[in-house]
């Protein structure tokens, strides 16, 4: 007889929100590896299969007992322990019932006192009467429901509980519902209730009731169905990798069908129809060989293929009225132009205290003219002119009827009435673009107009939430700053632009209204923080010693990731420790001055006079490699203070009795410091 066993756990629920499905079942996979370890519990694979109704966890290869254990707990003195005729005392006797031994049972060695334990394991079947509900019980979720005269809360009701090692039920009760062997399959495909004779059985026997329990088997089957279903309709589905996600912890048993829609919507902007296609009703697109969208959609039934012209039917009239909702909308809109949308942001209030969405176009309009100033020749006088226009029009959409009934389309609805208004084309992009990233993993802005309005837009939002205190601390986030914030440096990184921030920062507060010298002071010192952890973010495979290193000043993001590469590369050389211990050094004495003021009739020793002249040198190559952004050439140019740097300190005595003298070489090594910190804090570096 076998002494491995399967474990299974079905925890069978009304349905579950679909958006929550992935992290539940990759808690519960992670609670099932904590809890049987333990609990002593050896175990093989791990997994965890889930339906909108159920979640499942098998565990293979389970051991039939707990591991013993036998372990030597140290006590007292032995002094303390035995009185002068050798009994125990208080202290052995305690220390003894502390262990769950017998006093006579303790050992003296090395001058003190031990308890051996020794536990036999028990069987898992009795550990998993109690670890089972426990795991269950621990189950965290954003929103629980309570049902009944029950404290217990979970994400939804619980309805039925499987329980099985191998063919044994593993007994206990949850929430008045007690575990058993009998499931339950799909609603409307199968007869009911049914049997689960073993762990091992638990796949097939859920599939014998047109359950598809597997996630990755089920996802297969709906990818196959949609590309069939396609195909034989002369298309291609655009399947997005979320919208698959949700529809897979929809159904339980998938089956794939086309509907068609009047070609009439085909006159609406793609975007027009595909969002209330895909985000309202959970519809496929089709599109051409060519890329165009076609007057068809692709749905995917939870059940099989019967009666399914009246299912087809009747989510083809679903989809009309939203069509026709859009394209009243739409109509309605192009009454006027987005620019004369724009007035009725004056009613638009943009967040508590801080105006309108109307004024903070008109923000916008003056951070993108001093983000163009900052970067010069960067930015063409077109772009110049295309971005100040895209930032006065890019929220007009906010106030049409289309974004008002489908807020997913702002900005992709200002891109498409801008076009029709005649307006460069630049100007329609970045209205579209500046939102972007919408979401992990989107796209970044491709036009410099759209980059700039971008940047402009995230820093003005970052500013003013964080001026009412909204810092998001935790998990919390509701403002999204943390995605905005990553996109601004994904941005400049792409774009590799050399932009001061925090001027931008400083004229946001300006035009934010922000007088208050220690506020601003806060916000800028916040956001800053904030900044330099999305930089660690975007550096992660960075060695973290390199990124501290080039961190202490975020204004230039861009020059903060050169800087890493440059570092990077320098300690790749073999010999890079004897140059830091050089910089450190004279880092560590710097920090005693302010004054970087050198009086060269002060420097007496002609180690003093070598390495002063060699930073002089040095700074003049350094400073113009820094301005080109050539931070592998700093680096090598600032190799050469390192010589000078060790020999100045073996023949001078810097805290010299002369103050003059102790402040003028005090005064150099600042000097030395300031320059390699355009670089990095070499001291930061772990040797």
Known sequence: MSNEKTLLLEIGTEEIPAHAMPGILNQLKELAKKSLTESRINFGEVETLGTPRRLSLIVKNAAENQSDISEEKRGPSAKIAFDAEGKPTKAAVGFARGAKINPEDLITRDGYIYAVVSEKGKPTTEILKTLFPEMICNLSFPNNMHWG?????????????????????????????????????????????????????????????????????????????????????????????????????????????????????????????????????????????????????????????????????????????????????????????????????????????????????????????????????????????????????????????????????????????????????????????????????????????????????????????????????????????????????????????????????????????????????????????????????????VRYDIVDAVTGDVDDIYSVTLKAAAVENFLAVPDSTKYIQAFVRAGNLAKKSDSTEVNPEFLTVDAENVLYKAFEAVKVVAEELIEKHDYIGAVDALKKLATPIDNFFDSVMVMDENPDVRKNRLALLKSVDNLLAKVADFGKIVQ
């Open 149 to 541: 005269n029950l404290d217990f809360k979970f994400i939804r009701p619980l309805r039925w509980i499987v329980a099985l090692a191998d063919d044994e039920i593993i007994p206990f009760e949850v929430a008045e519902v007690k575990s058993g062997r009998i499931s339950r399959g799909h609603r409307f495909l199968s007869k009911g209730d049914f049997e689960i004779k073993s762990a091992a059985d638990y796949v097939a026997a859920c599939e014998e009731n047109f359950v598809i329990v597997n996630p990755e088997k089920r996802r297969k089957m709906i990818v196959e169905e949609i590309e069939k279903v396609a195909t034989e309709n002369g298309g291609k589905a655009e399947i997005t990798e979320d919208l698959l996600e949700e529809v897979l912890y929809l159904v339980e048993y998938p089956t794939a069908l086309a509907g068609k829609f009047e070609t009439k919507y085909l006159e609406l902007p793609a975007e027009a129809v595909i969002t209330p296609m895909r985000d309202h009703q959970r519809y496929f697109p089709v599109k051409s060989a060519d890329g165009k969208l076609l007057p068809l959609f692709i749905t995917v039934r939870n059940g099989g293929s019967d009666y399914i012209d009246i299912v087809r039917h009747g989510n083809e009239r679903v989809l009309k009225a939203r069509l026709e909702d859009a394209q009243f909308f739409f109509k309605e809109d192009r009454k006027k132009s987005l620019a004369d949308h724009r007035e009725k942001l004056k009613t638009v209030v943009f967040q508590e205290g801080l105006g309108s969405v109307y004024e903070k176009t008109e923000r916008l309009e003056k951070l993108v003219e001093k983000i163009c100033d900052l970067l010069g020749d960067k930015v063409s006088s077109d772009d110049r002119k295309n971005a100040a226009r895209a930032a006065l029009l890019s929220k007009a959409d906010l106030v049409t009827g289309m974004v008002t009934e489908f807020t997913e389309l702002q900005g992709t609805m200002g891109r498409e009435y801008a076009k029709l208004d005649g307006e460069p084309v630049e100007v329609c992009l970045a209205i579209d673009e500046h939102y972007k990233p919408r979401f992990s993993g989107d796209s970044q802005p491709e036009t410099v107009s759209g980059k700039i309005l971008s940047l402009a837009d995230k820093i003005d939002n970052i500013v003013a939430t964080f001026s009412r205190g909204l810092v998001p601390t935790g998990s919390q986030d509701p403002f999204a700053l943390r995605r905005q914030a990553l996109g601004i440096v994904n941005t400049l990184v792409a774009a590799k632009w050399s932009l001061n921030i925090g001027e931008v920062v400083s004229l946001a507060e300006d035009l934010l209204k922000i007088s208050d010298a220690g506020k601003r002071e806060k916000i800028r010192k916040d956001f800053a923080e904030f900044m330099t952890l999305r930089i660690k973010n975007v550096l992660e495979s």
